[in-house]
């Protein structure tokens, strides 16, 4: 997480248009949409809600039954 007092404020990003072109950018060199989330963050102050509607929602892996084995009462 990162520091509440930086240094130097990071520039802020408020038009959709915008976040959209930069998300592009970041989405091109990362390996996942946590990688595009943290460059975007580390860089620059957004609207995360913006971003979030803007990045593909990660669908959860199916939790299968596991199979029962035995008799069934007859």
């Not at 809600?49 to 959860?60: F, G, H, I």
């Not at 939790?63 to 035995?70: A, D, E, I």
Request: with cysteine.
């Amino acid at each position: 997480m990162l520091n509440a007092d930086l240094p130097e404020p990071r520039p802020s990003l408020t038009h959709p248009g915008l976040i959209a072109r930069v998300v592009e950018r970041l989405g091109q060199g990362a390996e996942s949409s946590a990688e595009v989330w943290r460059k975007l963050t580390e860089s620059y102050a957004v609207d995360l809600d913006a971003v979030a509607a803007l990045l593909p929602c990660a669908e959860p892996e199916p939790l299968w039954l596991t199979v029962r084995s035995g008799t069934s009462g007859r």
